[in-house]
T-cell receptor, first 113, second 115 residues
Framework: DGGITQSPKYLFRKEGQNVTLSCEQN?????MYWYRQDPGQGLRLIYY???????QKGDIAEGYSVSREKKESFPLTVTSAQKNPTAFYLCASSTGAAGNTIYFGEGSWLTVV | KQEVTQIPAALSVPEGENLVLNCSFT??????LQWFRQDPGKGLTSLLL?????REQTSGRLNASLDKSSGRSTLYIAASQPGDSATYLC??????????????FGKGTLLTVNP
């Protein structure tokens, strides 16, 4: 089935550790995105990529890093520099500009312990 | 900076009632507006996409309208069902800065439809 796969679903991290969240899509979409969602809040854009080997910072990029080496993959690394990383992370993709319908994965819960 | 506000934050209705969810945005230079549904602990599902040149879109029992000049959109749900219970999020693409890739989200409306 076509879609977006995020893994792991749940992840616990000790303070000071980096962690990488995986996002894979088989929709042949050019654009991919990472959002963060905190309880009772809307989504905030961390990074987005319009095309392979290119990505731009969103509103809250500090403490995060990404890569886009393959069209279908857009992993997000939460570094130890991110001061409050506990959140729900959502990956998304679209055929082009965000003006087209955007499809989301099921999300990854990250808890810092 | 684009800001999106959704009212009410929560809504509880009896099954069968028609209801309206509201969304407002501060910068009218949008590319489009989307309504999403989110079930607890899940990702988002796109419900309706309205391009900036359109006034409304319909899908089944859902109807979304857009008044770009006043910065408002409504999502109308007819004959609500318990399965409609979820959080509904509004998002706009684009702003005066020209970035069509950036979606700005509201905080959502938590809808509960009681049997």
């Amino acid at each position: 089935d076509g879609g977006i796969t995020q893994s792991p679903k749940y992840l616990f991290r000790k303070e000071g550790q980096n962690v990488t969240l995986s996002c894979e899509q088989n929709l042949n979409h050019d654009a991919m995105y990472w959002y963060r969602q905190d309880p009772g809040q809307g989504l905030r854009l961390i990074y987005y990529s319009q095309i392979v080997n290119d990505f731009q910072k969103g509103d809250i990029a500090e403490g995060y890093s990404v890569s886009r080496e393959k069209k279908e993959s857009f992993p997000l690394t939460v570094t130890s520099a991110q001061k409050n990383p506990t959140a729900f992370y959502l990956c998304a993709s679209s055929t082009g500009a965000a003006g087209n319908t955007i499809y989301f994965g099921e999300g990854s819960w990250l808890t810092v312990v | 900076k684009q800001e999106v506000t959704q009212i009410p934050a929560a809504l509880s209705v009896p099954e069968g009632e028609n209801l309206v969810l509201n969304c407002s945005f501060t910068d009218s230079a949008i590319y489009n507006l989307q309504w999403f549904r989110q079930d607890p602990g899940k990702g988002l599902t796109s419900l309706l996409l309205i391009q900036s040149s359109q006034r409304e879109q319909t899908s089944g029992r859902l109807n979304a309208s857009l008044d770009k000049s006043s910065g408002r959109s409504t999502l109308y749900i007819a004959a609500s069902q318990p399965g409609d219970s979820a959080t509904y999020l509004c998002a706009v693409a684009g702003d005066s800065g020209g970035s069509n890739y950036k979606l700005t989200f509201g905080k959502g409306t938590l809808l509960t439809v009681n049997p």
